[in-house]
């Protein structure tokens, strides 16, 4: 039978000198005091769970005192006699410490440091935004322990009373995320993210994009001339005239991503909505007008530099409001030169793909988007030069609209 240990004094604890290589002074049942080196003493128990030895630590002596550290030894010898394990029941309890103390700021900051390096530039911009502007200044400060999911539905639907239903699904979504990603590293007692959506307010109708008819455009693009607006912008509507160009795309586009020898402008997939590589044929008036532009904002790395800062884009309002100045307000829209040459190509009877490959769509087929690389680049390229071709006959009076196109 093991000699039962004599129990520590504070005496002896007192009197205990380091020594070169840590050692034990035993109180009893598993309860021991570790000298370091270093002149520390630490509380141990010693003690087995599960047909295995293990190891749990009180506390530096004298911070907790003998009789402190044997209380807790008690309280641990209990939890065994229960079946629980001291050792996992003390780091839980820290867990669900620092889950309570942890704030939403905090966890969603490292769920966006982790994630956006494997984003598109242009989610984690939207992410950032979001997270500045509604997600942190709403809950920021709440402990993630605390938040419920009405708080949530709250914050959401503050989002959607400005009319942003848009921002409001993809803040729902990152919510969604955030939270998961709390449960994943042990911090969020729960995901009250979760269903979210059903109570989201109901969609709007589709967003129209109006836009004038082919026979109408020679009078617009008069206009274009004709009115006092800026030399860039009147050089970006034509530009998204004959290109069918996203306007965010035209405004912040680069002199670097355009090779006019080539008459090729190729967008990388970081500035794409559809995340993929894009490549626009430029019609030879298409180049023309880059040639003029060149002259004016060459020196600069942007096409279309803002007038107050040389290195941010066109105002986004920029084109829109030109067309208003004309006249065409509620008539025509920057984005509604797609639609125009959408619904005219088809028209004239040119390959739907050919179409929806210029104007940079995903297939509505997802199976079948996945799996169609073709760019059709030479026959896009033929494609766009007669769209040019036919809106320059009709400028001069040449009535083109019956014109048949056969893929």
């Known amino acids: 039978m093991p000699r039962a240990a004599t129990p520590l004094t504070d005496s002896a604890i007192k009197a205990a000198k380091p020594k070169e290589k840590p050692y034990k002074l035993s109180d009893g049942q598993g309860l021991y005091l570790e000298v370091m080196p270093n002149g520390s003493k630490l509380w141990r128990l010693k003690y087995r769970h599960a047909d295995k030895e293990k190891r749990l630590a009180f506390g530096a002596y004298p911070a907790v005192p003998l009789q402190q550290a044997r209380k807790r030894r008690d309280e641990a ?4 006699a229960e079946g629980v394990d001291p050792g996992e029941q003390k780091k839980a309890a820290k867990q669900a410490q620092k889950a309570d103390g942890l704030s939403f ?7 966006y440091a982790y ?11 939207k992410a950032k935004l979001y997270l500045e502007n509604d997600l942190i200044p709403g809950i920021g ?12 539905v709250d914050l959401v ?8 239903l848009n921002a409001a699904g993809k803040i729902r979504q990152w919510l969604h995320q955030i939270f998961r990603f709390g449960l994943a590293k042990g911090v969020a007692p729960n995901n009250p993210a979760t269903d979210l959506d059903v109570v989201a307010a109901p969609p709007k109708a589709a967003r129209r994009h109006p836009h004038v008819s082919f026979a109408e455009l020679p009078e617009l693009l008069d206009k274009i001339g004709t009115t006092n607006i800026h030399t860039l912008t009147r050089c ?14 035209l405004r912040a586009a680069p002199w670097a991503e355009f090779d006019l020898d080539t008459a090729t402008w190729t967008i990388p997939k970081e500035r794409m909505k559809v995340g993929r590589r894009h490549v626009v044929p430029l019609p030879h008036q298409a180049v023309a007008i880059l ?3 060149e002259q004016i904002s060459g020196s600069y790395p942007l096409l279309f530099p803002g007038q107050r800062k040389a290195d941010r884009p066109m105002s986004e309002n920029t084109i829109n409001k030109a067309l208003g100045l004309m006249g065409y307000k509620g008539r025509q829209t920057g984005h509604g030169f797609r639609h125009l040459l959408s619904t005219e190509l088809n028209e004239r009877g040119y390959n739907r793909d050919w179409i929806e490959r210029q104007l940079a769509h995903g297939d509505s087929d997802e199976i079948r988007d996945t799996y169609n690389h073709a760019t059709y680049l030479e026959q896009r390229r033929e494609m766009m030069q007669e769209w040019a071709d036919s809106i320059d006959a009709l400028t001069v009076g040449i009535n083109v609209v019956s ?4 893929a």
Not at 157 to 164: D, L
Not at 403 to 406: D, L, M, N, V
Request: aromatic letters at 4%; proline letters at 6%.
């Open 105 to 111: 700021e905090t966890l969603a900051r490292e769920w």
């Open 77 to 80: 010898r209990q939890q065994l």
């Open 141 to 152: 400060s709440r402990p993630i322990a605390k938040i419920t999911r009405p708080d949530l």
């Open 236 to 249: 970006a509507i034509r530009l998204l005239v004959l290109t069918a160009a996203r306007p965010g795309e």
């Open 115 to 125: 994630n956006a390096p494997r984003w598109a530039k242009s989610t984690a911009y």
């Open 403 to 406: 014109i048949k196109h056969t």
């Open 157 to 164: 639907r503050k989002v959607e009373a400005r009319g942003s």
């Open 291 to 293: 040639r003029q532009l």
